[in-house]
């Protein structure tokens, strides 16, 4: 981890939500990042890529058309940063190795994309669309589909043909990932065979001109921290039915003879976060979405004085299983929300 000090390290969190981005100076450079970066580098050179792509520290992660590099999010770079996002927004994207050098390999799809202009390829534009469509800030996408491989959260490559040939990029790019059996009998296949064809094709082609920029560098980002995170987690609001009453009624208890037992809310605040991980995992909901969601529940326990009566683990599996049906209804049922793109 960094071997710089930051004199923001020791503040508590009241007093850091009022620093500026600008004034955490936090670079890639002498961070685990910088060995994740590294990595990615050694990857696309095994493959014969000569691109590389550069990377600096911004507000979160994207990448640029006009220049080869990847941004990634300032609170990677410290712990204490990680701390805080984890305590605001619940998940911290990319905290772990596997899962930073998962979302690196997919911008460095964009990065290699843009570097050879491969979307103006007849081909390349025949299996994963217009690059030129207009980006979508919402979209739905079909979790049956195979149409498109699986790699980040959400089913993100339908969201954009861009992000299609990203999330192909990187299960090809992966090392050991065996897409071939992975994929066997999906129409994704067909993508990632040609993608292994257009990378056999560009191997040792040097990239075309392009200035290395660091677009919104966190050393240009003036809004606060706290700013930033009350924008981050309206991202994640998400208006769903409060139709809880019955399915609450059914497990638990509005009996009087029951009042001494423990009350329902109480039950819930002890095992949510056990049971938002368990969701969040198997829906691909976001875990401050669905903390949201729990809150509403809490309050219409305790509106309803319902109690937790029987055996805790029948109870526990059955909340969890209730739970995962309203997570499932709110995002795929007839009045589903749109998603958001990440």
Not at 299 to 325: I, K, N, S, Y
């Amino acid at each position: 981890m960094p071997r710089k000090k930051f004199a923001w390290v020791s503040l508590p969190d009241e007093e850091l939500l009022k620093l500026r981005l600008k004034d955490l100076h936090v670079k890639v450079e002498a961070t685990w990042l910088e060995d994740c970066l590294n990595t990615l580098h050694d990857e696309l050179a095994e493959r014969g890529i000569r691109v590389r792509p550069h990377a600096w520290i911004s507000s979160e992660w994207f990448c640029a058309e006009n220049t080869p590099g990847i941004a990634i999010p300032f609170y990677l770079a410290h712990p204490r940063l990680m701390q805080l996002e984890k305590k605001k927004i619940i998940d911290v994207e990319g905290d772990t190795w596997s899962e930073c050098m998962r979302i690196l390999r997919h911008e460095a799809g964009h990065v290699v994309q843009h570097s050879y202009q491969l979307q103006r390829r007849r081909r390349w534009r025949q299996l994963f669309g217009p690059s030129s469509q207009r980006y979508p800030r919402y979209y739905r996408p079909n979790p049956a589909s195979r149409q498109f491989v699986q790699h980040l959260r959400l089913w993100y490559a339908q969201s954009h043909p861009d992000e299609d040939f990203a999330e192909t990029f990187a299960v090809w790019l992966r090392p050991r990932s065996n897409w071939r059996t992975r994929y066997a009998g999906w129409p994704a296949l067909e993508k990632l065979e040609y993608v292994d064809e257009l990378m056999a094709e560009i191997a040792g082609q040097r990239p075309l001109p392009s200035r290395r920029e660091r677009v919104d560098p966190l050393s240009e980002l003036t809004i606060t921290l706290a700013e930033h995170y009350r924008k981050k987690q309206a991202l994640y609001a998400v208006d769903t039915p409060k139709t809880y009453d019955r399915d609450l009624l059914r497990l638990f208890s509005a009996d009087p003879r029951h009042s001494r037992s423990q009350a329902a809310s109480a039950f819930i605040r002890h095992h949510r976060a056990h049971v938002r991980q368990i969701v969040a995992r198997w829906t691909g909901e976001y875990q401050l979405t669905l903390d949201s969601l729990l809150d509403d529940m809490i309050v219409r326990c305790r509106e309803l004085d319902l109690r937790a009566v029987g055996p805790r683990r029948r109870l526990l599996m059955e909340f969890t299983v209730l739970l995962t049906a309203k997570t499932v209804h709110s995002l795929f049922g007839p009045l589903r929300r749109k998603w958001i793109a990440l």
